[in-house]
C-alpha cells in the first residue's frame, strides 16, 4: 500500500485532472449552430408534429424501449425544455481578464495550449513508453495541455490507460474536466479551487502530477519560444534568459524530484532558484505566468459544444429527436427533475453538489479516498493571492462566496451535459464508464453512505425504461464541437 496525493445535483461527469485539491488517495498496488431564441411557434409547432407522431424516427438516435408514440409536453414541460435551449452568443465577459475576447490573445493561448516545451520531468513508473502515455519516466516537455483535454475528442481525457483519470507526469485522482463551454463558468475545477481561467494554469504548472514545472521556467520558456506573440498584447518582457538577474534553470532541474517533494525549483518556497530571486522579479516571474494564462483563458472561452438535434427539435424540427428521445427530455424536466440542477443553455446550474458517491477503484490501484470536494477547495481559492480579490485580477465581480456553505462537504460541480455522450467515464472519481449507470445511479438515488458529508439525492419515480429514454436523450445533447481551426496549434 502506498499513500499518494492529487490536486462543471447531478454530477454526470467534469490543467489535466483538477489537480490541485486536497484529496487524500489511497493506491491499492504499487504503480511502477444554431442562433437565436425559441419562440411560442417553434414550440407549437414541434408539439404538433408530436402529436403526429413525425418525431419517431430521428437519424443515429436511440429507438428507445417504450414505442414509437410521441409523447406531447405539458404547458408546464414546455417551458421547462425551452429554457434548456443553446445559445451560440459569446460567454458573459470575465471581469477579471482584460483579453478575455481578445484575438491575438487568443492565437497566443492556443499556441500555449498546445506547446509541451513548458513541463517537466514525468516522474511516475507507468510513464513507460508504452500507448496511452506520454513518454518515458524522466523525460522532459513531454505535457502539454492539450495531452489531457484531447481537442479532437472533445477536450476531455480519451488519450490516458484506462480512460478515467489522467497519466501526465503522473497520475492525477480527480477525472481531467471537459473544457467545452468553460468560458461560462466563473468557479472552476470540480470543486472550485479556482476562481479564474488566468489562474488555471498555476494549477496544472505547479503540480508534480500535471506538468511537475514551475513559474520561473515557464516565464523562460516564454520568453524563448513566445516572446514577440507576448510581447504584442503585454509590453516588454523582462530577460528572463539572465542568469544574473533570474538564475538558471533548465527543463531536468524544473519541477519537483518525486512526487512527494515539497520543495520543487523554480516554484514559491523551493528555498532555493526562486525564492532567491528579488522581490521584484519573483513579482515579474508571477505576472508573466499570469498573463500567459489570461491568453490562455482568451483560447478556451471559444471551445464551444454548439447547438444539438435537442435545440433543432425545440425550434420545430419534429424529426430531429426520436420517440425514446422526446420521452427522455421530457422525464428529464418532470418526474426526473435533472433540470433543478442541470439548467440553462449549458444545461449546469454553475453551482456544487453533494450527490452521495462513494469512489471507486480506477486505473486498476487507485481510490480517491475522504475528498472534501467544494468545502475544501473552495477555502484556498479564498486565500489564494493569485485570485481575482488580488493584485493579478483585471476586476472582481465577487464570484467567490464570502463563506463556505456546511452543504459544500463533499459537493461537486455540476457539469454541462452538452457534448457529453462521447466521453470515455463520468463522475468527478471518473469511475463509471457509461452514461447508463450514471442515469441509474441517480435513479436509486446515489450510495447509502461512506462518502463525506450528506447527499442531496433521492431515489427517483423511474423505471428501466425511463432511464433508457433519459440516456437516449443525453445523447441527442451532442453538438459540432469547436471549429476546426481551433483544434491544433496556430
Same mark, same amino acid.
Given at each position: 500500500?502506498?499513500?499518494? =496525493?492529487?490536486e +462543471?445535483c447531478?454530477?454526470? +461527469? %467534469?490543467?489535466?485532472?483538477?489537480?490541485?485539491?486536497? @484529496? %487524500?488517495?489511497?493506491?491499492?498496488? /504499487?504503480?511502477?449552430?444554431?442562433s437565436?431564441?425559441?419562440?411560442?411557434?417553434s414550440?407549437?409547432?414541434?408539439?404538433?408534429?408530436?402529436?403526429?407522431?413525425?418525431?419517431?424516427?430521428? &437519424?443515429?438516435s436511440?429507438?428507445? &424501449?417504450?414505442g414509437?408514440? %410521441?409523447?406531447?409536453?405539458?404547458?408546464?414541460?414546455?417551458a #421547462?425544455?425551452?429554457?434548456l435551449?443553446?445559445?451560440?452568443a459569446?460567454?458573459?465577459?470575465?471581469? /477579471?481578464?482584460?483579453?478575455a475576447?481578445?484575438?491575438a490573445?487568443?492565437?497566443?493561448?492556443?499556441?500555449? =495550449?498546445?506547446d509541451? !516545451?513548458?513541463?517537466?520531468?514525468l516522474?511516475?513508473g507507468?510513464?513507460d513508453?508504452s500507448?496511452g502515455?506520454?513518454g518515458l519516466?524522466g523525460e522532459?516537455? !513531454?505535457?502539454?495541455?492539450?495531452?489531457?483535454?484531447?481537442?479532437t475528442?472533445?477536450?476531455?481525457?480519451?488519450?490516458?490507460?484506462?480512460q478515467?483519470?489522467? $497519466?501526465?507526469?503522473?497520475?492525477?485522482l480527480?477525472r481531467?474536466?471537459? +473544457?467545452?463551454?468553460?468560458?461560462?463558468? &466563473?468557479?472552476?475545477?470540480?470543486?472550485?479551487?479556482?476562481?479564474?481561467?488566468y489562474?488555471?494554469?498555476?494549477? @496544472?504548472?505547479?503540480?508534480?502530477?500535471e506538468?511537475?514545472?514551475?513559474? *520561473?521556467?515557464?516565464?523562460k520558456q516564454?520568453?524563448?519560444?513566445?516572446?514577440?506573440a507576448?510581447?504584442?498584447?503585454?509590453?516588454?518582457?523582462?530577460? =528572463?534568459?539572465?542568469?544574473?538577474r533570474?538564475?538558471t534553470?533548465?527543463?531536468?532541474?524544473?519541477?519537483?524530484?518525486?512526487?512527494?517533494?515539497?520543495?520543487?525549483?523554480?516554484?514559491?518556497?523551493?528555498?532555493?532558484?526562486?525564492?532567491?530571486?528579488?522581490?521584484?522579479?519573483?513579482?515579474?516571474?508571477?505576472?508573466?505566468?499570469?498573463?500567459?494564462?489570461?491568453?490562455?483563458?482568451?483560447y478556451?472561452?471559444?471551445?464551444?459544444?454548439?447547438?444539438s438535434r435537442?435545440?433543432?427539435?425545440?425550434?420545430?424540427?419534429?424529426?430531429?429527436?426520436?420517440?425514446?428521445?422526446?420521452?427522455?427530455?421530457?422525464?428529464?424536466?418532470s418526474q426526473?427533475d435533472?433540470?433543478r440542477?442541470?439548467?440553462?443553455?449549458?444545461?449546469?446550474?454553475?453551482?456544487?453538489?453533494? %450527490?452521495?458517491?462513494v469512489?471507486?477503484t480506477?486505473?486498476?490501484?487507485?481510490?480517491? *479516498?475522504?475528498?472534501?470536494? @467544494?468545502?475544501?477547495d473552495?477555502?484556498?481559492?479564498?486565500?489564494?493571492p493569485?485570485?481575482?480579490?488580488?493584485?493579478?485580477?483585471?476586476?472582481?465581480?465577487?464570484?467567490?462566496?464570502?463563506?463556505?456553505?456546511p452543504?459544500?462537504?463533499?459537493?461537486f460541480?455540476?457539469p /454541462?451535459? #452538452?457534448?457529453?455522450?462521447?466521453?470515455?467515464?463520468?463522475?468527478?472519481?471518473g469511475?463509471?464508464?457509461?452514461?447508463?449507470?450514471?442515469?441509474?445511479?441517480?435513479?436509486?438515488?446515489?450510495d447509502?453512505?461512506g462518502?463525506?458529508g450528506?447527499?442531496?439525492?433521492?431515489? $427517483?419515480?423511474?423505471?428501466a425504461?425511463?432511464?433508457?429514454?433519459?440516456?437516449?436523450?443525453?445523447?441527442?445533447?451532442q453538438?459540432?464541437g469547436?471549429?476546426?481551426s481551433?483544434l491544433?496549434?496556430?
Open positions: 500500500m502506498r499513500r499518494a =496525493f492529487p +462543471l447531478f454530477a454526470l +461527469l %467534469v490543467g489535466c485532472g483538477d489537480g490541485d485539491g486536497p @484529496a %487524500v488517495v489511497t493506491t491499492m498496488a /504499487s504503480s511502477s449552430s444554431s437565436g431564441s425559441p419562440d411560442a411557434s414550440s407549437t409547432a414541434a408539439t404538433s408534429a408530436a402529436v403526429d407522431g413525425t418525431a419517431s424516427e430521428a &437519424s443515429g436511440s429507438s428507445g &424501449s417504450g414509437d408514440e %410521441v409523447p406531447v409536453p405539458s404547458d408546464e414541460q414546455w #421547462r425544455l425551452l429554457a435551449r443553446y445559445t451560440d459569446p460567454p458573459p465577459p470575465d471581469v /477579471s481578464n482584460a483579453w475576447d481578445d484575438d490573445a487568443a492565437a497566443l493561448g492556443q499556441a500555449l =495550449f498546445f509541451p !516545451r513548458f513541463s517537466g520531468p516522474l511516475d507507468d510513464n513508453g500507448s502515455t506520454l519516466d522532459v516537455h !513531454r505535457v502539454a495541455c492539450a495531452s489531457c483535454h484531447v481537442p475528442d472533445g477536450f476531455v481525457d480519451t488519450r490516458s490507460p484506462h478515467q483519470i489522467s $497519466l501526465a507526469a503522473g497520475w492525477v480527480r481531467t474536466p471537459g +473544457l467545452l463551454e468553460v468560458g461560462f463558468a &466563473s468557479l472552476l475545477g470540480w470543486g472550485g479551487r479556482r476562481d479564474a481561467l489562474n488555471v494554469a498555476f494549477g @496544472a504548472i505547479e503540480n508534480a502530477r506538468f511537475n514545472s514551475s513559474r *520561473l521556467y515557464v516565464a516564454l520568453a524563448l519560444h513566445h516572446r514577440a507576448y510581447e504584442q498584447l503585454f509590453g516588454p518582457m523582462p530577460d =528572463f534568459a539572465d542568469p544574473l533570474f538564475g534553470l533548465d527543463g531536468q532541474d524544473n519541477g519537483c524530484a518525486s512526487l512527494d517533494a515539497t520543495a520543487c525549483p523554480g516554484r514559491p518556497g523551493d528555498g532555493g532558484v526562486y525564492d532567491g530571486l528579488a522581490p521584484a522579479d519573483r513579482e515579474a516571474v508571477t505576472r508573466a505566468v499570469v498573463n500567459a494564462g489570461k491568453a490562455l483563458g482568451a478556451l472561452r471559444r471551445l464551444r459544444c454548439g447547438a435537442f435545440d433543432a427539435w425545440l425550434d420545430g424540427d419534429a424529426g430531429a429527436l426520436s420517440a425514446a428521445e422526446v420521452r427522455g427530455a421530457i422525464a428529464f424536466v426526473g435533472c433540470d440542477c442541470h439548467d440553462g443553455p449549458m444545461l449546469t446550474d454553475f453551482g456544487f453538489h453533494n %450527490v452521495g458517491l469512489p471507486q480506477v486505473a486498476t490501484v487507485f481510490v480517491d *479516498l475522504d475528498d472534501f470536494g @467544494a468545502s475544501v473552495l477555502a484556498a481559492a479564498q486565500e489564494d493569485l485570485g481575482v480579490h488580488g493584485s493579478y485580477a483585471d476586476g472582481d465581480d465577487g464570484r467567490l462566496p464570502a463563506a463556505i456553505d452543504a459544500m462537504l463533499g459537493a460541480k455540476t /454541462s451535459l #452538452r457534448c457529453i455522450a462521447e466521453h470515455p467515464s463520468f463522475m468527478h472519481t469511475h463509471m464508464s457509461s452514461l447508463d449507470e450514471v442515469v441509474h445511479f441517480h435513479v436509486r438515488g446515489g447509502p453512505g462518502f463525506p450528506t447527499s442531496e439525492l433521492a431515489p $427517483l419515480p423511474l423505471d425504461d425511463d432511464e433508457a429514454d433519459l440516456v437516449a436523450f443525453l445523447a441527442a445533447l453538438g459540432p469547436p471549429d476546426a481551433l491544433s496549434p496556430p
